[in-house]
């Protein structure tokens, strides 16, 4: 039986959170070399309520957390002052250079050489709400993966059906051969669950229970990477 064993990104082969601090720390000295003041001005709270506004007035971009950057930066921009045309070359381009950083994460320990391993006997693919490239040389990891399904790209994100059934589509597989590897109870565990797809909830350390309120429990759980060849195998 063809198995493909889809993953989720942030979370599960690395922590999201430093990635960002970095991110916009970076970022934080590019808008100083260009626009001095803006930073002064727009301050990490400030650019958060410019982003609740536009999510408000636009929430289609809440499945696509690019474009929604690239519109919290315009808006931003225009306030501080800029032209409209001018906004938008700067919002790209500031996106651009967060993005890049975005990709420079720090893998779990054994996240390489477990799905090298998996890779060998699976198919493998990604399943992410987040924008991180796995194909980037900075993740260096497109050579285990045979796609990767983005929310920012197909406008569908998790737990909604469709990205899972994006994914079984690529693989031309039925949903019921796939195996979903996520940390969040609800994007991942229920969203694949509730497709008829199996679910592994990576469960770091062990350090969350689950609770009742978060649905159907996953069919498997695993506390660190190495324990995924095992878990898989006892769901085949």
């Known amino acids: 039986m063809t198995v493909l064993i889809t993953f989720d990104l942030d979370n599960t082969l690395w922590d999201v959170d430093p990635v960002i601090v970095r991110a916009n720390h970076a970022l934080y000295h590019w808008f100083e070399e260009r626009l001095p003041g803006f930073n002064q001005h727009f301050s990490a709270d400030e650019l958060d309520k410019v982003k609740k506004e536009v999510v408000e007035e636009s929430p289609h971009l809440k499945a696509d957390i690019s474009k929604l950057r690239i ?37 779990y320990p054994n996240t390489k050489d477990v799905l090298s391993l998996l890779a060998k006997q699976y198919r493998l693919a990604v399943i992410t709400n987040g924008n991180a490239d796995v194909f980037s040389e900075h993740i260096g990891l497109g050579s285990v993966f045979e796609f990767a399904i983005r929310a920012d790209q197909v406008g569908v994100a998790k ?77 085949i």
Not at 93 to 99: P, Q, S, T, V
Not at 176 to 197: A, R, Y
């Open 71 to 107: 519109e919290m930066y315009r808006v931003a921009l225009e306030q501080f002052g800029l032209p409209l045309v001018d906004a938008q070359r700067l919002a790209k381009e500031a996106f651009a250079f967060f993005h890049n950083w975005r990709q420079k994460v720090d893998l």
């Open 159 to 235: 737990p909604e059906a469709g990205i899972f059934y994006e994914a079984a589509n690529q693989a031309n597989l039925s949903i019921d051969n796939m195996i979903h590897v996520g940390d969040h109870p609800h994007d991942d565990v229920q969203g694949i669950n509730v497709v008829g797809g199996r679910s592994i909830w990576f469960n770091r350390h062990g350090a969350r229970k689950w609770m009742l309120d978060w649905g159907k429990q996953p069919d498997s759980e695993v506390h660190s990477l190495s324990e995924l060849p095992n878990a898989i195998r006892s769901l």
